[in-house]
């Protein structure tokens, strides 16, 4: 199953005009994680992308409670904003929950499977946060990442050096330091990490499968 066949043939209504849901205060948090949020409706597929953009999805899938502030802090946000704009969106997914649902039951099999594969990215990207896969796991990951055909060498590259993955290379966790390096603005170095993410969910089911069986070999209790 392709990612491209679920968008197009799933998650293409148009239902929440996302804008007019958020406040001053909502959208101020916001523009410092740096997401922006567009005028009109957006699809479920579309607000979906926004909250795995804020880092709400990646929250939700993390048992240690201090690990789901890593994004908000390295933006500035505080706890306390990002638990405030973590209840706003869930607010604004059950006052949506009945269209919502809807989809789900239309597309039974793909929704599970496509959060399936969120789950399965999202666990991936604790392991590298916290920087603890071997490097025989590191060397899998990193070409898988390396032969994606929908991201560009410059996003594979910031993505690896990030998290280390290549061990002929130091780890460098600081967007900032990155930046300084490429001579370019940390937001770009976060923008093409992100990017790299996002494609995850896209990847050939085999290679889905390679990332599980690595996240079920590293047996982390905390997962």
Same mark, same amino acid.
């Given at each position: 199953?392709?990612?491209?066949?679920?968008?197009? /043939?799933?998650?293409?209504? !148009?239902?929440?005009?996302?804008?007019?849901?958020?406040? /001053?205060?909502?959208?101020?948090?916001? +523009?410092?994680?740096?997401?922006?949020?567009?005028?009109?409706?957006?699809?479920?597929?579309?607000? +979906?992308?926004?909250? +795995?953009?804020?880092?709400?999805? &990646?929250?939700?899938?993390? #048992?240690?409670?201090?690990?789901?502030? @890593?994004?908000?802090?390295?933006?500035?946000?505080? !706890?306390?904003?990002?638990?405030?704009?973590?209840?706003?969106?869930?607010?604004?997914? *059950?006052?949506? +929950?009945?269209?919502?649902?809807?989809?789900?039951?239309?597309?039974?099999?793909?929704?599970?499977?496509?959060?399936? !594969?969120?789950?399965?990215?999202?666990?991936?990207?604790?392991?590298?946060?916290?920087?603890?896969?071997?490097?025989? !796991?590191?060397?899998?990951?990193?070409?898988?990442?390396?032969?994606?055909?929908? #991201?560009?060498?410059?996003?594979?590259?910031?993505?690896?050096? &990030?998290?280390?993955?290549?061990?002929?290379?130091?780890?460098?966790? /600081? #967007?900032? *330091?990155?930046?300084?390096?490429?001579?370019?603005?940390?937001? /770009?170095?976060?923008?093409?990490?992100?990017? @790299?993410?996002? *494609? @995850?969910?896209?990847?050939?089911?085999? %290679?889905?499968?390679?990332?599980?069986?690595?996240?079920? %070999?590293?047996?982390?209790?905390?997962?």
């Amino acid at each position: 199953m392709l990612f491209e066949e679920y968008c197009d /043939n799933y998650l293409e209504s !148009k239902i929440i005009d996302l804008k007019k849901e958020l406040t /001053n205060k909502d959208l101020a948090i916001i +523009e410092k994680l740096e997401v922006n949020i567009e005028d009109g409706f957006y699809t479920q597929s579309r607000y +979906e992308d926004v909250k +795995e953009d804020l880092g709400i999805y &990646y929250s939700n899938y993390d #048992a240690d409670r201090e690990q789901r502030y @890593i994004k908000p802090l390295k933006y500035g946000v505080t !706890k306390k904003e990002f638990d405030y704009l973590s209840n706003r969106f869930s607010e604004i997914d *059950k006052k949506y +929950e009945e269209m919502l649902e809807g989809n789900y039951r239309r597309k039974t099999f793909k929704d599970i499977w496509l959060k399936e !594969k969120q789950h399965i990215r999202n666990k991936l990207m604790y392991l590298l946060e916290k920087d603890i896969l071997t490097d025989n !796991k590191k060397q899998k990951i990193l070409e898988i990442v390396i032969n994606m055909k929908d #991201a560009t060498d410059m996003q594979k590259e910031r993505f690896v050096l &990030y998290y280390g993955l290549d061990k002929k290379q130091k780890r460098i966790h /600081n #967007a900032s *330091k990155i930046a300084e390096l490429q001579n370019c603005t940390s937001s /770009n170095i976060r923008q093409s990490i992100n990017n @790299i993410k996002l *494609k @995850i969910v896209r990847l050939p089911d085999e %290679q889905i499968e390679t990332i599980r069986k690595i996240i079920k %070999q590293t047996n982390l209790k905390s997962l």
